[in-house]
């Protein structure tokens, strides 16, 4: 990674303004020593050297004249006209240097300011302020574009040995207009200010030229799209039946130079749409802060907007994905698509999946994407405080970096993540609320995703004097000796079931939005004959936002003893609750347990708020219910608590009384004897709609059913068809907007994952499904829950990966895709990341053996049982025989 | 002193040898009675008679059982220590029972789950066998012999040793091992994991043999005596049983072999003889439903898939020393000798493409075993009490056969009696 650095007056870390850090490496590379050659004059001063940098950008990819295949690209604050690339040849660091002119189409002049750069592989981008004015948007502004490449020369001294040729590199700016190499005084910026019809829409008035633009241009280019995006804040002009567009799209064309075209065309905006990059209106605002493209794992892509329609400092708390037009051939590649669009499958000569096309551009106010639509506003809502600084696209992942007041009670700094909820189709259908991606909480400034290593690096320290970039730099990574931030959460529950056999057997998290919990948020370990219950956040004061790591030394709660000796290794807990009173139930090899008071009443859900639960639970014990064994699963939804064991799926109302005899009344809604299985795996329950995974089939609430009235004797079940299934679904993760897998049903409905996995044969694969919300009124049908549109050959679905071997455990957070297994005789037990994302796509399902190890060393014979995220810090967690392990 | 000729035969013996390669009498990893045997045969170089007949007939009293690792252990545990019945399970296509038996337990192995210890008791109880020898002129010699034997598994009990503590562990207990035999024997196509006990006959075998003696005018060495044999095995043994555990074949399991051999003792003084065997058997392959590993992690005894295969034997070899003290005691010998026999890797190939040939081959029980015994007999000739012009001339020996120690073989102690009648 490449750090620019501007330091305050006085500082010496400018000498260092310029650096590289690698993986792995003990200190940064200077790029900013005292000399280097400069366009090819060895022994000159280094441009950076003693300079600030004020824009830095990276071109990636192969390129003959300079060794590093990721080279940095550089505007330095006392060159502002000029753009500096940096890179090796051979083992000596080569800076090149370009002018950059304005946009005067008749007489050309040197810029007086970059204010924003962007690289391709080839070519670089700069937002190039006028000569002589200091106001981007003014006339003579514009777009610059500088091309680096090389042509092989003859020595002047040839010789028979053809590999004399000379490798001469060129770095100049282009005459945009015509993509001509002229004369630097002839050459030009491609205008882009305030009368550029891109950003313009037209009114019935001739004058509705820009009132303003801001001068925080910020560039974007996307290799797989090929084409740059530029966004700037806007404001409209005086016409109120014209308008602005804030975002417009480039794209160099060989032999035309480079153009300019309209993110959407003029006649998809009114005065009654809510498209956060386009608005009609009189001296109307239109902000952008910060874009990014996502290319989702369903082979579409979306351009993520940080932005809004206002003024610049009340719009940076939203984030929209829009999605974008992604046909190569069409004229309107890379603008905005219509919403109701289509996706088409493009399959090669031999029937292969090749890639997914959204054809139909948004040509009219119905097909604008709207700024209130779930699949369009990330993490389903504005964020309540705080400033998002830097928004990082990954996978299915947005993940954005939040400044707020420290001096606020609440504050909500921090690294957060929201991902893509997908339709049947594959297009975006919703997001998840915004969650906690990492521990830190400090305000940062920059976030880097290694999807190798599935680690975080985050900048931080803005204003920091210290000239060690690496104390201002933190890397996550998997520890069993948490750092103070997760008050030694790992190690304490490690020790808790250090000697209890078989360690750790179930770990779930309970996030604050969990109802009983009253904004509180659980992290409950268990294990042979004990709980442990460690409580690990509370609501964020009046915000419904995600809550910080807060875990007090005495809320880590132990219970054992008492009736759960009886009930063996606990496999299961859930907080059911009938919104008075809410209670803790367990399950294990042996039967079930609820946590209760000594009158049999749960705690009060009104009392809970902003108390430790081991206050909130002192004097309460477990008491046996029912006649259980062998309960795999036990989920609380609606009044409803549901008990699965390895051979029925009873369900039970909860409520004051329910527990009171010890024999609460259940009903058996199904046993495997029905099914001809041996054993129920698992299973989640939404509202009406469940999901049934034996070791023979997958089944679903049939259609016009409802597991909350289910019997026995309905037989209320149906087969679910797992594409190119190898056996059964050992587990399910669900992508719901709350986060909740009870709500895998409600709302706009989810994204399943299915592990479908074998023993016998050794086989695992990971199998994705969109489920539809379902109303209250709403029926169960075919419809309902079908696989999503991962494709390898036409004409079938598939899996979106197929995995080496067998794995047990799974987690994904749209970005990593994490898998483990247990140790099994001579196969170790190991924990594996997907390395390389993002490429996790439909058709592209053979990426096993891909996946490599985390760094986490296990006994060969250990289980690994659990797999997931504390939602409180975002942290990631291994639990199981070893005890626990939490990447922080 | 060694004459040239003798040398030519020695030289000529081996040579033949590699050509003809080898196997004792059965490709069981147990020491079988081998009537044939030069440390058991009766010795025909001092008579005339045109036709010897020998009844043997031995009494098991012990087993002795050796790992891999050459480690005296159970009969049951020559290939693994302990079972994996979890393994057992795998290897096995998406939708067949037995995945979703193993889908059903979803239990991960971790070194003592699903993991049973059998003990049983393996010997050959009982073993007799015929032999008729028909001599032709001075030199040469044909035989018949056929053995009968008697095996049993006895005593056979399993120990689980799976935990009862994580949610694992129960499953596997109610889902696998608290039923063990049934499951596996409703799994496994009828594999009985219980005691058996069988009887039947082992491989005729047919032999040619060429002997000479050279007498040698030394003050040591009086007589070099040279025998050269070859022969065949008709497959009319009992056939190993896949459905039994260890219940090996009688002899070839309906395969046949031919064997050749050289053996060369030395008469030193008038008492002693010492001398050396070397036997070669070739087995030729045979196709037949065999329990093969449909995983790597599986362990030999508990095989659920029965498919067809072709089975290459690897190479038997036997060799034997022996010293023998003659007349020291009129009409008496005792000998003492020692036995080697090693059987190479035998290569399994299926003969379908349901499942993987890497991971059949792979199998314990494919590998090399060896055999090490020590044989003690004792003869008495009684034709110094019927004299030269007797109908018959019985000779009675009795010995026993102590295995000391081998490699992935069962091996039985023995003792036994030869009754020989020369006419």
């Known amino acids: 990674m490449f750090f620019g650095m501007t330091a305050q007056e006085g500082s010496d870390l400018n000498a260092h303004s310029l650096c590289k850090l690698e993986e792995h490496a003990a200190s940064p590379i200077d790029y900013a020593q005292k000399t280097v050659t400069l366009n090819g004059q060895a022994d000159t001063d280094n441009p950076f050297f003693n300079n600030a940098i004020e824009h830095l950008a990276l071109m990636e990819g192969v390129n003959n004249g300079l060794n590093d295949t990721i080279r940095p690209v550089v505007v330095t604050k006392n060159q502002p006209h000029l753009v500096h690339v940096a890179g090796n040849k051979g083992k000596m660091l080569e800076v090149l240097s370009a002018t950059i002119n304005d946009a005067d189409l008749t007489t050309p002049a040197l810029t007086s300011g970059i204010i924003g750069i962007a690289a391709s592989n080839q070519f670089i981008f700069a937002a190039a302020k006028p000569n002589g004015s200091n106001t981007f948007g003014d006339l003579g502004s514009g777009i610059g574009y500088v091309e680096l490449g090389v042509i092989a020369a003859k020595t002047e001294e040839p010789t028979s040995n053809t590999d004399a040729q000379k490798i001469l590199i060129f770095f100049r700016q282009l005459d945009a207009p015509t993509g001509l190499s002229l004369e630097s005084t002839l050459t030009r910026s491609l205008p882009f200010d305030r009368t550029t019809p891109a950003l313009l829409l037209a009114g019935q008035d001739a004058t509705n030229n820009l009132t303003a633009l801001g001068q925080k241009p910020v560039l974007h280019w996307d290799e797989k799209l090929s084409r740059l995006f530029i966004g700037v804040s806007t404001c409209s002009g005086q016409d109120a039946t014209a308008g602005t567009r804030s975002i417009a799209v480039a794209y160099p064309q060989k032999g035309i130079g480079l153009n300019i075209a309209p993110i959407a065309p003029d006649s998809a905006f009114n005065n009654t749409t809510n498209c956060p990059v386009g608005v009609r209106g009189a001296c109307t605002y239109a902000s952008i802060h910060k874009l990014a493209v996502m290319h989702t794992s369903t082979a579409l892509s979306y351009l993520i907007v940080l932005g809004d329609i206002g003024i610049p400092e009340q719009t940076c708390r939203s984030v929209y994905a829009l999605p974008l037009v992604n046909s190569p051939d069409a004229a309107t590649h890379g603008t905005l698509a219509a919403i109701d669009a289509q996706p088409e499958d493009v399959f090669d000569d031999k029937n292969k999946f090749e890639r997914r096309l959204l054809t139909h551009a948004a040509t009219t106010p119905d097909q604008l994407p709207s700024s209130h639509d779930a699949a369009v506003l990330i993490g389903g809502k504005t964020l309540e405080s705080g400033t998002i600084t830097t928004i990082v696209s990954s996978g299915d992942s947005v993940y954005i970096t939040v400044a707020d007041d420290k001096t606020n009670k609440n504050n909500f700094s921090g690294i957060f993540c929201s991902r893509a909820i997908f339709e049947a189709s594959g297009k975006i259908k919703g997001w998840t609320c915004w969650q906690r991606a990492t521990i830190a909480t400090e305000p940062a400034i920059g976030l880097i995703a290694n999807h190798d290593t599935g680690l975080f690096t985050i900048l931080s320290h803005e204003n920091s004097e210290n000239t060690d970039i690496q104390q201002g730099m933190r890397k996550t990574e998997w520890k069993q000796e948490t750092k103070e931030e997760h008050h030694n959460l790992a190690s304490l529950i490690t020790t808790e079931f250090a000697t209890t056999p078989g360690g750790i057997v179930h770990a779930q998290d309970f996030p604050y939005a969990t109802k009983g919990l009253a904004g509180q948020s659980l992290f409950i370990a268990t294990g042979v004959e004990k709980v442990v219950v460690a409580q690990t956040g509370t609501k964020n004061g009046p915000y419904d936002q995600p809550q910080k790591f807060n875990l007090q030394t005495d809320a880590l709660s132990t219970i054992s003893g008492g009736q759960l000796t009886t009930i063996g290794a606990i496999t299961s807990c859930a907080i059911a609750t009938d919104n008075n009173q809410s209670w803790l139930i367990v399950g294990g090899s042996f039967g079930a347990t609820i946590l209760t008071s000594p009158d049999n009443s749960g705690w009060a859900v009104k009392n809970a708020a902003d108390k430790n639960f081991s206050a909130i639970i002192a004097g309460f014990t477990f008491k046996k219910f029912g006649d259980y064994r062998a309960v795999k699963k036990i989920i609380a939804d609606d009044s409803y608590l549901y008990i699965l064991t390895d051979h029925q799926l009873d369900r039970l109302a909860i409520n004051a009384t329910a527990f009171n005899n010890g024999t609460p009344d259940a009903t058996t809604i199904t046993d495997t004897s029905m099914h001809k299985c041996e054993r129920f795996l698992d299973i989640i329950v939404s509202g009406k709609c469940a999901l049934l995974a034996t070791n023979k089939h997958l089944l679903r609430t049939a259609n016009g059913h409802d597991v909350r009235a289910a019997q026995q004797a309905d037989n209320g079940w149906v087969r679910v068809e797992i594409p190119e299934s190898v056996g059964p679904v050992i587990s399910f993760e669900c992508i719901t907007t709350s986060a909740l897998t009870t709500d895998f049903a409600r709302g706009i409905g989810s994204t399943i994952h299915l592990l479908n996995a074998n023993y016998a044969t050794n086989e695992s694969q990971l199998v994705r499904f969109a489920v539809e919300g379902l109303g209250e009124h709403d029926a169960i049908t075919d419809a309902t829950i079908c696989p999503l549109a991962d494709v390898f050959k036409k004409g079938s679905s598939s899996s979106l990966i197929c995995f080496d071997t067998f794995r047990n455990v799974l987690a994904t957070d749209g970005a990593r895709y994490l898998l483990g297994n247990s140790g099994n005789n001579k196969s170790p037990c190991e924990l594996r990341i997907l390395a390389g994302v993002p490429t996790v796509r439909s058709g592209q399902r053979l990426l096993g053996k891909r996946f490599k190890n985390v760094l986490l060393f296990f006994t060969p014979t250990a289980s690994l049982n659990a797999l997931g995220t504390i939602s409180a810090s975002g942290s990631l967690f291994a639990a199981g025989s070893f005890g626990m392990r939490i990447h922080e | ?423």
């Not at chain 2, 003990?119 to 012999?145: P, Q």
Request: hydrophobic share 40%.
């Open chain 2, 1 to 423: 002193m060694i004459t040239p000729r003798i040398k030519q035969l020695i030289i000529l013996l081996i040579a033949s040898n590699y050509f003809a390669c080898t196997h004792g009498s059965a490709i069981a990893p147990v020491n079988f009675l081998q009537p044939y045997s030069v440390l058991l045969r009766p010795d025909l170089r001092d008579t005339c008679s045109p036709l010897t007949l020998a009844f043997y007939a031995e009494a098991g009293f012990s087993s002795n059982n050796y790992n891999r690792h050459n480690n005296k252990t159970n009969a049951l545990h020559i290939w693994q220590c302990d079972q994996n019945t979890l393994a057992m399970l795998k290897g096995f296509g998406t939708n067949n029972k037995i995945s979703q038996k193993s889908n059903a337990i979803a239990a991960n192995d971790d070194g003592i789950r699903g993991h049973i210890l059998a003990d049983g008791n393996l010997r050959v109880d009982f073993a007799a066998a015929f032999s008729a020898y028909w001599r032709l002129g001075n030199h040469f010699i044909f035989s018949a012999h056929l053995p009968f034997y008697s095996m049993r598994l006895s005593d056979v009990c399993y120990q689980d040793l799976t935990q009862n503590i994580l949610p694992e562990d129960i499953r596997v207990k109610e889902l696998l091992t608290n039923n063990l035999a049934t499951n596996i024997f409703t799994l496994g196509q009828g594999l009985d994991i219980g005691s058996w006990r069988r009887t039947g006959f082992g491989d005729i075998t047919v032999l040619a043999e060429w002997a000479a003696d050279f007498p040698q005018a030394k003050p040591m060495l009086k007589n070099v005596h040279v025998a050269l044999r070859g022969g065949i095995t008709i497959p009319t043994g009992k056939k190993g049983d896949e459905d039994l555990l260890m219940a090996f074949p009688f002899g070839n399991d309906h395969a046949s072999s031919i064997l050749g051999g050289l053996t060369l003792d030395l008469t030193l003084g008038s008492y002693l003889r010492i001398g050396g065997d070397v036997q070669l058997t070739h087995i030729f392959g045979s196709t037949r439903a065999r329990r093969i590993k449909t995983d790597f992690t599986q362990t030999e005894l508990f095989l659920l898939e029965k498919t067809d295969s072709y089975k290459d034997y690897g190479l038997t070899q036997q060799f034997s020393f022996f010293g023998e003290c003659i007349n020291l005691i009129p009409a008496t010998s005792i000998l003492i000798g020692y036995e080697y026999r090693k059987h190479g890797d035998d290569v399994l190939s299926l003969l379908s493409n349901a499942f993987s040939p890497a991971i059949s081959t792979i199998s314990e029980k494919l590998f090399d075993w060896t055999t090490h015994q020590c044989i003690i007999r004792a003869n008495f000739d009684s034709s110094c009490l019927l004299g030269d012009d007797a109908f018959v001339t019985p000779t009675i020996s009795v010995y026993t056969r102590l295995p000391f120690n081998g490699k992935r073989s069962a091996q039985t102690s023995t003792i036994g009696g030869i009754l020989s009648l020369k006419f």
